[in-house]
Each structure stands twice: as structure tokens, then as C-alpha cells.
């Protein structure tokens, strides 16, 4: 009697399959979700209940204002479980993970690399090209919503930060601060709302962005600082011109590009000084920025031991209320 020889088709998913079954009893799902939970909550960020695998998504992080968005995660269970993380708020960059069945046991020896980079490469490209098409879309919105608002501002930010509109336009109720990028386009927008909470535009390119503030002398002083408001004050107590980087970890882009563009000027990093914050990300970086493309640096001097304040339009603020000249 002869023998039923099956295909090569047939043996080869046969093969597939099984090679599917060890690999799959390496790890629990579960636990994967659980470890990159606990790693990515020690670093101060909030995922959802449900998270969304194979996909960057914006979180919250502890410590600020619900719907702050100030985090990305991205997570991958297909093949061994890895991902990566970034706290925007506390300077650090992004971080990998990868899953360890113990803590600290690698990946399985049949565990096949080539075909789990082979399978990143072609989802990085896709979400690389994903990423391009939302920028791209965030840009026109950033046009659209600018080019209709007006330069007549009367906002209760402006007010409460006792600071001028400097280049910004209002949309009903929504402060509209424009970012741009080193080709000076504007791509995003930050967008401050009555309560004080701020969103940028979905999608919207940040890295290396910045808010303008004043006319540049190239063989002046040009300030680098973070937000908006810490720019105005620096720009009005000054008269030099302000590149607003909107959080630590751009500072060091910014900077370079206006050393790039400008390298006769004497370019000053006005940092945040966040005592309260452990490893003080705004000092930390700062520091590191204004080392790294030759640089001054400066941070605001408080007015008390026990100060609140952390960058230089607190500082203006806590000042002008002991002087009797605001609320």
C-alpha cells in the first residue's frame, strides 16, 4: 500500500504552524501587557484599559491636566513583544522594551530575528508614511484655522499671563499660538482654550518646531526657551527675539537649527528651573542643550526658598504681584 505524500504547500504550513506554536508558548499575552504597563507607568505615563497594538497612540502623564496628551507608547505583540515609550515632559527621549518571560530571561533561541525586523521594518514604513500624511494634513489645518482667525486678540491667557499677543490670532473662544518648522512653514498650532488647557493639533509636527517671537539680529542675542508665555516674558523684559520650543526635550533641536542658521549669534538657553520634578528635566536639558551647540544658559531667580515658580514667567508674575501690579 503506498503512502499519501503530502505537498510541499502542505508540509511547509505544517511547518508554519508548529513553528507558530513554539513560538506563541513563549510568552503570555497578558503578561507582555502587563510588564510594558508597569514600565510605562513607572516612567509617569497613563495608559487606557484597552490598549491598541500595532499603533502609535498619544497618553496622558501623571501630574498634569487631564487630556494633556504629553506622552506616545507603541506596542507590538506579533512575534516577541517589544514597543517603545516617551514621556514628553521629562526629557529622557524615547525608550525601548522588550518582553522578558522573567525579567530579565532573553528571547528563545528559535526565536527567528530576521523575519520579527523584517516584519518592523515594513510597519515602521508604514507608520513612518502614516505619520508624514497626518503631518501634512495637520499643516493645511494649521493654515486653514490661522488664516481665518483674527490678529485682534482679547484672551484671558494673554491676561493672566500679563504678556502680549506676539504674532498669535484668536478663533472664537481658542488662542491660536503658531508653530513653525526650519523651512519657516507654519505646520501646527498650539491651541489654549479660556480654562488655560492646551492641545496641539493632531498629528502635528513638534520636533524641531518652534514659536517665533521677535525680529533676529544674526549677530545678536537670540533666547531659546520653552513655552509661550516664558518667551513673551523674556522678549518683553529684553527686546531680544525668542524661539519658543514648546517642552525640554525640542530645546536641543531648536537650538541647532538657530546655531545652523545663525552662527555668529550668541544664542542663550533660558531653561525651566522644575525643582519639584524629580531629575528636574528643565535644568537637566538645558544645560545639556546649551553645551551641546556652544551656548549661554540662564533660569529664573526666585523669589523665596519656597517659591512655586519655575521658569521666567512665573517669575515675572510672582514679582509683579508683590509689587502690587496684578492679581
Not at 71 to 95: I, K, M, Q
Not at 142 to 154: E, S
Not at 201 to 221: A, T
Not at 232 to 259: D, K, W
Request: glycine share 10%; hydrophobic share 30%; net charge positive.
Amino acid at each position: 500500500m503506498s503512502q499519501t505524500k503530502k505537498s510541499p504547500v502542505s508540509a511547509a504550513t505544517d511547518r508554519g504552524s508548529k513553528s507558530n506554536q513554539i513560538q506563541r508558548q513563549h510568552y503570555n499575552t497578558n503578561d507582555a501587557l502587563d510588564q510594558f504597563r508597569s514600565v510605562v507607568t513607572i516612567a509617569g505615563i497613563l495608559l487606557p484599559d484597552h490598549l491598541p497594538t500595532g499603533e502609535i497612540i498619544r497618553c496622558d502623564v501623571q501630574g498634569k491636566k487631564p487630556g494633556n496628551k504629553a506622552a506616545s507608547v507603541c506596542l507590538h505583540l506579533d512575534g516577541w513583544p517589544a514597543g517603545w515609550f516617551e514621556n514628553f515632559t521629562d526629557g529622557l527621549g524615547p525608550r525601548k522594551w522588550r518582553y522578558s518571560p522573567d525579567g530579565s530571561t532573553p528571547p528563545p533561541i528559535d526565536f527567528d530575528y530576521r523575519a520579527h525586523e523584517v516584519k518592523l521594518k515594513v510597519q515602521r514604513e508604514r507608520l513612518e508614511k502614516a505619520r508624514q500624511h497626518k503631518q501634512e494634513q495637520a499643516s493645511q489645518k494649521a493654515r486653514y484655522q490661522y488664516g481665518g482667525a483674527t490678529d485682534n486678540v482679547n484672551h484671558p491667557y494673554l491676561t493672566q499671563k500679563q504678556i502680549q499677543h506676539h504674532g498669535c490670532r484668536q478663533s472664537g473662544e481658542v488662542l491660536l499660538i503658531p508653530i513653525i518648522n526650519t523651512d519657516l512653514k507654519l505646520v501646527n498650532l498650539q491651541r489654549i482654550y479660556p480654562d488655560g488647557s492646551k492641545r496641539f493639533l493632531p498629528g502635528g509636527q513638534i520636533k524641531g518646531c518652534f514659536s517665533p517671537i521677535g525680529r533676529v539680529n544674526p549677530l545678536g542675542v537670540i533666547y531659546v526657551c520653552e513655552g509661550f508665555a516664558t518667551g513673551a516674558s523674556i522678549h518683553e523684559s529684553t527686546g531680544n527675539p525668542v524661539a519658543c520650543a514648546m517642552n525640554a526635550g525640542n530645546l536641543l533641536p531648536v537650538a541647532s537649527y538657530v546655531r545652523t542658521t545663525y552662527p555668529r549669534a550668541t544664542i542663550v538657553i533660558a531653561g525651566d528651573d522644575d525643582k519639584n520634578t524629580p531629575n528636574n528635566p528643565g535644568r537637566t536639558k538645558a544645560n545639556e542643550t546649551a553645551a551641546a551647540i556652544n551656548g549661554l544658559v540662564t533660569f529664573p531667580e526666585f523669589c523665596c526658598p519656597d517659591c512655586s515658580c519655575t521658569d521666567f514667567n512665573d517669575v515675572a508674575l510672582c514679582r509683579s504681584r508683590n509689587n502690587g501690579g496684578g492679581s
